[in-house]
């Protein structure tokens, strides 16, 4: 399903995370799994059927569980807090899953650099730990979460051709051609959570290097568009 | 106080709205052409028609096609499910496999139904079976499939000479029920995939059944024709007209034998009331009536008025943000032509009656199991979405089925099921698995057989399972080309959940979860059983029938 190298990395990850993060129990952990999870779900709800129009029941049950993930997070405390090894070597579908969300949500809030993922992993500890990503963070994640999940169920409900285009489009080149994206985005390897990276970034830095990303996204569809 | 559907009766011919529909039904689509390769029927059918009546329907039409003691034969121990004494009556293949062949090779359609051809290069996806459907006599049985037909098979009628034939199912109509649309305003294709079949219950000598693909539903009415009239004055034997200066005399046109043929015609179109998929449709008891079920709503339907609907249901919020709950499937109480149930995607079912007030969004009765907390996961909602919820013939209990059990339902008792079946439960440390794949939203329909004492449902790999009530036996069946033979028994199977694997069990991790059995049926009356899976379709048969 996810590229081979990314299989890799995230077999390292596994192993790395276990030794590294005190604490956690023997591999698969459980916020691992929960993550990966999230991160399925997320694409499960974004990777809809266009031609035909998808299956409410479905998109409803899996929006649910992936509300049911969200609070638990909350309640964990995990939804903001997140060790610096982890979150270098965040798993890259993680990446894919932000990216699309990101993108889409930023269209829909009109924002320039609104909710974007971080740059490279060796910058992730200089991201500021505390109060961007305290409690104002974790709202404006969950907002903008909320926001995405909305987008979606408004795209399902009322098909605008340019929302709907614009979301298969995103989707289907980066799920398609992960590669080619990944590769593409010089280190651009955001780190951290998934769901908080919608928190408006801390630095200004880290937007300049996302649109550069996003950059090599646009590339990598237009090529594929093309074709 | 709610306001009962305008009167189907109409005053005069061309203000009526059945005049009117009649014209347009013929526009819409042109009267199916008669199947291909008719039977030849030993004699031509003119069944009675069943009394009507609350209750009664059921009891009438088993007069003439159950067995001599008037009363369904229940699976007993001997016979029982337990017992792997299913018996495969014939398996029968896709219409374009049987209609091909009949035509080329002028082969008797009978034997087609019941050789195991060697090559499926015919099939394709538009054969997938969908929907399947006994009608209330048992004696046909009606299939939809992805590609929006609809395929009838009729009994074989017992006969002295051929005692062997008996029970056994072949082809009497088929037709285009639904073709693909498109919407648009929201640039997206409707499928003509047929989601259910209801029949009506026979009240002249025509067959009547509703069809309906996502958005809309449709009236079909299956006939007979073994006369037709010949000498006309103004027309010639090809229909031609004649001039009529060369007609110099009259007659009388004379009613003439001809070859069976059966001719399925649309009665009426039921469109534009659904913005959502249409999951469920329901035949009320009073025959004048049905409703057609959505995602979030469900709509009433006089069968005389095709341009309007009652809206009953209406689940959908203000915000759609605010959506957790869809309507999955509902149905009209066997007896009550007030009452019905519908189900939803939280495990919950929702009985409500229409003289309580036009818009049943309140509920009469809630049924809900409390749930389970050592079994709790991320999928516990998922897995408890209901995929079917069935009326028993009494009307006294309701059955549910979500993703691993079957639940049966007593009406009187809302805070829990009376009993609870594992289907596959093997499953769950593998849902994980099954949500990447999707399988976990498959969605697997449930039936009870005629005298509500053992009830049936698909699984994977191809396999049934069947429960019977009283005993607590089950049993779990293939039907699979490579195991069955005609007449053969059916071999229960086994699924080995862990550690040592016996000779003729199947371990979990080798089960093909791409062969599953959605769609199955069960004669009225008799131990017979039609099963679905993918183009094909199963007819079994308790052995001792």
Redesign the interface.
């Known amino acids: 399903?996810f590229a081979r190298g990314l299989k890799r990395k995230s077999a390292e990850d596994a192993e790395d995370a276990d030794g590294g993060v005190a604490g956690v129990p023997a591999a698969p952990s459980y916020t691992l799994?929960?993550q990966s999870?999230l991160d399925?779900s997320l694409v499960?709800l974004q990777l809809c059927h266009m031609?035909?129009?998808p299956?409410?029941?479905?998109s409803?049950?899996i929006?649910?569980?992936v509300r049911?993930?969200q609070e638990e997070m909350t309640q964990d405390g995990t939804w903001r807090v997140v060790a610096p090894q982890a979150a270098g070597r965040a798993p890259l579908d993680r990446l894919v899953s932000t990216e699309i969300l990101c993108r889409s949500g930023r269209e829909q809030e009109g924002e320039g650099d609104g909710p974007l993922p971080d740059p490279a992993p060796g910058q992730a500890p200089r991201r500021p730990q505390s109060s961007p990503w305290g409690l104002d963070g974790s709202r404006e994640g969950r907002g903008g979460f909320?926001k995405s999940?909305?987008h979606i169920?408004?795209t399902l409900?009322?098909?605008t051709?340019g929302s709907?285009e614009e979301l298969f489009s995103d989707v289907d080149s980066s799920y398609y051609d992960l590669d080619a994206v990944l590769t593409g985005m010089v280190g651009g390897t955001p780190s951290g959570p998934g769901l908080p990276a919608f928190a408006p970034a801390a630095a200004a830095s880290p937007s300049s290097t996302c649109r550069s990303d996003l950059g090599e996204l646009e590339h990598a569809v237009e090529i594929l568009v093309e074709t | 106080m709610h306001q009962p559907p305008p009167a189907s009766s109409c005053s005069s011919g061309s203000g009526c709205e059945c005049a009117r529909v009649g014209v347009r039904a013929s526009a819409l689509a042109p009267a199916a052409a008669p199947c291909p390769a008719p039977r030849r029927l030993p004699h031509p059918r003119r069944p009675e028609p069943p009394s009507r009546g609350t209750g009664t329907l059921l009891r009438a039409g088993l007069g003439p096609w159950c067995s001599p003691t008037g009363s369904p034969a229940p699976l007993s121990c001997e016979t029982g499910c337990g017992e792997g004494s299913w018996i495969l009556v014939c398996r029968l293949l896709v219409p374009t496999q049987v209609s091909l062949l009949s035509m080329e090779e002028d082969i008797d359609t009978r034997k087609i139904n019941n050789s195991f051809l060697r090559d499926h290069s015919y099939a394709t996806e538009a054969d997938i079976i969908s929907t399947v459907e006994f009608n209330h006599t048992g004696e046909l049985l009606a299939t939809g499939d992805k590609g929006g037909r609809v395929v009838i098979f009729q009994r074989e009628q017992e006969s002295k000479n051929q005692v062997h034939r008996r029970g056994e199912y072949n082809v009497y109509s088929t037709f285009q029920s639904h073709e693909p649309e498109f919407d648009y305003l929201?640039?997206?294709?409707?499928?003509e995939k047929i989601n259910k079949i209801r029949w009506l219950p026979q009240q002249n000598a025509a067959y009547f059944l509703l069809s309906t693909n996502?958005k809309t539903v449709k009236l079909w009415k299956v006939s007979e024709r073994d006369k037709r009239p010949e000498g006309y004055n103004l027309k010639d034997e090809e229909g031609r007209l004649r001039d009529p200066a060369t007609i110099t005399t009259l007659r009388v046109p004379v009613l003439r034998p001809m070859d069976l043929m059966v001719e399925a015609t649309p009665r009426r179109v039921f469109a534009n009331a659904h913005t959502?998929?249409i999951n469920s449709i329901s035949v009320n008891s009073d025959y004048e009536t049905y409703m057609s079920a959505d995602?979030?709503r469900i709509n009433l339907w006089n069968f005389e008025i095709t341009n309007q609907s009652f809206n009953i249901v209406d689940i959908k919020p203000a915000n759609?943000?605010e959506?957790?709950?869809?309507i999955?499937a509902a149905e009209f109480h066997p007896h009550h032509c007030n009452t019905f149930v519908y189900s939803s995607?939280k495990g919950t079912i929702r009985l409500c009656d229409m003289r309580a007030s036009a818009l049943c969004d309140r509920h009469t009765k809630f049924f809900e199991e409390p749930e389970d907390p050592s079994n709790r996961s991320?999928?516990s909602?998922?897995i408890s979405?209901i995929s079917d919820v069935k009326f028993s013939h009494s009307g006294r209990y309701i059955m549910t089925r979500d993703y691993l059990t079957v639940k049966v339902w007593d009406l009187n008792m809302e805070n829990r099921p009376i009993e609870t079946y594992q289907v596959h439960d093997y499953l769950r440390s593998k849902l994980?698995s099954l949500?990447?794949n999707?399988c976990i939203?498959d969605k697997f329909e449930c039936v009870w057989n005629g005298s509500d004492s053992v009830i049936m449902t698909g699984s994977y790999n191809n396999f049934f399972r069947m429960f019977d009530r009283n005993t607590k036996r089950d049993v779990t069946l293939e039907a699979s080309r490579e195991n069955s033979k005609p007449r053969a028994i059916l071999k229960p199977r086994k699924v080995c959940v862990g550690g040592k694997r016996r000779k003729d069990e199947i371990s979990v991790d080798s089960l093909d979860f791409s062969k599953k059995i959605l769609h199955t049926a069960w004669h009225p009356s008799e131990n017979i059983i039609a099963v679905a899976a993918t183009n094909n379709l199963y007819i079994f048969q308790d052995k001792v029938n």
Do not use: G, W
């Open positions: 399903m799994q929960r999870l399925m499960k031609l035909v129009e299956n409410l029941c479905r409803v049950l929006a649910n569980t049911q993930i909320q999940l909305d169920f408004e409900e009322n098909k051709p709907v | 929201k640039s997206l294709e409707i499928e996502d959502y998929h995602d979030l759609m943000e959506l957790t709950e869809v999955t995607s991320f999928f909602e998922i979405s994980c949500y990447e999707d939203f």
